[in-house]
């Protein structure tokens, strides 16, 4: 449950009260994906960054992980997320394709890195990020139905191509598929109270 950047415009505040209401009706396991979008359009930037903010003060109150959305906004985003910087406050930068030192701030900010297709294409720098990060702090993801991985790369994602990350990330790390699914998979149960 949460308020895409994308999806912020005049009428956010609304959005967010939308947002509250099923927060404390349903059960849900996460807030997002929230962040800041600055790829398609920075008319609504502060917007986006007071809709982010409102959405941090709703995680810490319902005790949910975050999942952020960074698109051109890694700066941005690494900043709010410092300032709430607290033990209650996990989540993951979804998408993630940075570099080695955004990882790192991420990680010492008590968050996760979720890996997509995008780890297995032939001009990401993404494979040596990941050789550089302990696996405990890698989700699996898909952002279906972008970003695609290799070799279905242009075509629709599904869920079932998780499986090709795995597979490009025990490549990387020179494991066993079996242990990226065994330890990913515990990430995930950890981070979103799936146990």
């Avoid at 075509?155 to 191509?161: D, G, L, M, V």
């Amino acid at each position: 449950m949460g308020l895409h950047p994308t999806s912020v415009n005049e009428n956010y505040l609304e959005e967010l009260d939308q947002v509250e209401f099923w927060l404390a009706k349903e059960k849900f396991y996460a807030i997002g994906e929230i962040g800041i979008d600055l790829y398609w359009d920075k008319t609504f930037q502060k917007d986006q960054e007071i809709a982010f903010t409102k959405q941090i003060e709703l995680a810490k109150k319902y005790q949910l992980p975050i999942v952020i959305h960074m698109r051109d906004s890694f700066d941005e985003v690494y900043e709010i997320v410092k300032k709430y910087t607290s033990p209650e406050l996990t989540g993951v930068f979804h998408c993630f394709t940075g570099t080695i030192e955004q990882a790192k701030k991420i990680i010492e900010l008590n968050f996760l890195l979720g890996i997509g297709g995008v780890v297995t294409f032939k001009n990401s720098s993404l494979d040596k990020v990941v050789e550089k990060v302990d696996i405990k702090y890698l989700l699996l993801e898909t952002d279906a139905p972008f970003l695609t991985p290799m070799p279905f790369r242009g075509k629709r994602n599904e869920s079932a191509y998780t499986r090709l990350v795995a597979r490009k990330i025990a490549e990387i790390k020179n494991i066993s598929l079996e242990e990226i699914a065994e330890i990913t998979t515990s990430n995930a149960k950890q981070l979103f109270k799936f146990i």
